[in-house]
């Protein structure tokens, strides 16, 4: 984890570097073309050219009236005589041909020499070859400085959001977390209030929670409620090109702060600069120095200072420990996924400036949309707006809300893509797979849809009822979450005797759901109960010499095991299997009634 958190972040400096340097070499092969053409239009300017043997040639006949030449160019202007225009030629070597027509010259040839000083014009190429890369280095170097924030204050915080309309109102559900906050507003409005009865008020709060649960949204609303300053900046902003550079936005944001007290400063993504010091290794080092200005600032705050950090992260365990110490990140709240009642007061806060039909209810939405998080919902409910006036409805209604709920999860339907008959085939029987096995898997929600019309990036898809919400899952249920997610692929091994790429991301996901039953939950039997998620290859070693190899075949058996369990019950259902691929391959869609009726006897 920690490691794939520092390609990110490497990623992203590639990525600047590699536009900066991109426009370096456009530029100069810009420069390099103009050059060439200029030359070349030089050269071929005048159309009577005059050969260089010919050149030798006329100065020997004594035909040759006027030489005229620039100093330090190669090209000459020759006048031949009883011939209107003047000719161009173009000498290797100026010098020895001075030589040689000196010594016409002195035989006594009459030539008219003359030696013109560099003009400015002819200049002007050379000029720019010699100087313009320069230029453009320098010029790209206030770029990047720029970019960086360091010449310019302006990019570092975002002045307009000063100050926050959010209020506590405008967070849905979270009422506990919110009476946890409250006391924080409460601080900020009164400071004075808790100095007097020696109260030491937290500096740091630290928002766990997945992303779209609302911790910025409650950061916001804990600066509205107090009417503080909310600064804020993302910890994947701090994390720069240039050594150093991270540290000084720290300071110079708490400067900030400082000037603005009492306020609010908000560090969304902090496991960018705030995960665990290990190595130190290029990048690191880097981040340790912005980690460390943090800590630095955090402990320098006085009692007098009204400055309350907030910071969010979706990764806790990532986190240095060295941050949650005592006056620095010393509380921590936990932002969870919204429950049912949550919700629905979140359905209802952004349906309150929607057009919604009367009867669509609001109630049976959430019940129908168990963990996801409030930025989805809010995105649902939008999407549904946009679907509704396309479908030029008076209002919102169920349908177009079970049309954003499927855009949201799986993509848009893409109904006019042209699929071949293989492929139809192919994507029936994956997903007739997936809903053939998952019914026969006691702990598996039931189907709602398949389909084999194409939507996102897939190719088909199995759609289940959510259920009420969760919050612990089995091993039983785990396990056979995996075969279900295999069906797809044993369907396609046990019926064509292919597999295909189409189920990449079933595997991705099962290999996931596998690792972390193994490393996470201590679901493996051989292993025992011990967490070995985002440990160094040192720490994990303390359990045994080929403690890596160990987990790794544990994963694989666990994936095996479930593989072999997902062609068994194909193999026994084989009828089902077959009766509702070919339904697909007629109908492209099934629904949950007549999805149970393939298993309803006679
Ligand atoms: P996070 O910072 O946790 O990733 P955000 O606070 O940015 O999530 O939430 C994104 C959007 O989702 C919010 O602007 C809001 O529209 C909606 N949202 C999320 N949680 C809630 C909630 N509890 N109440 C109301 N709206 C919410
Ligand atoms: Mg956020
Ligand atoms: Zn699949």
Known sequence: MNKKDKDKNDKKENKKLLISLLILLLLIVLIAGLAIFYVNIKGKEDENTLAYTDLIKQISYGNVEKIEMTVGSTTLKVKIKNEEKEKTAIVQNTESFMEFVQTKVAEGNEIELIQKPRSVLSQIPSVIITFLPTAIMLALFIMIFKMQGLGEKGKVYDETEKKTKVKFDDVAGLEEEKEEL???VDFLKKPEKYAKMGAK?????LLYGKPGTGKTLIAKAIAGEANVPF????????IEMFAGLGASRVRKLFEKARRMAPCIVFIDEIDAIGARRTSNS?????????????????????SEETIIVLAATNRPEMLDKALLRPGRFDRQITIPTPDLKGRLEILKIHSKDKKISDDLNLESIAEDTAGFTGAELAN??????????????????????EEAVKKVTVGLEKRQRVISEKDKKLTAYHEAGHAVVSKYLPTQADV??????????????????TDEDKYYISKTEMQEKLIALLGGRAAEKLVLDDISTGASNDIEVATKIARDMVTKYGMSDTLGPID???KEPYEIQMFGENIGDKIGQEVKRLIDTAYNDALTLLNEHRDKLDKIALSLLEKEKINEEDFKKFFEEG
């Open 201 to 205: 008020i937290p500096r740091g709060v």
């Open 231 to 238: 600064i804020s900046m993302s910890g994947s902003e701090f």
């Open 448 to 465: 709602k849809e398949v389909s084999i019309i194409p939507r996102g990036v897939a190719g088909g898809y199995t759609m289940y009822k």
């Open 380 to 401: 649902i409910l939008n999407e549904a707006a946009i679907i509704a006036t396309k479908r030029k409805h008076d209002g919102i209604e169920i349908d177009d809300i």
């Open 182 to 184: 409250i006391e924080i």
């Open 532 to 534: 070995f998620q985002g």
């Open 282 to 302: 290029g990048a690191e080092t880097e981040n340790n120095q912005t980690l460390n200005q943090l800590l630095v600032e955090m402990d320098g705050f006085s």
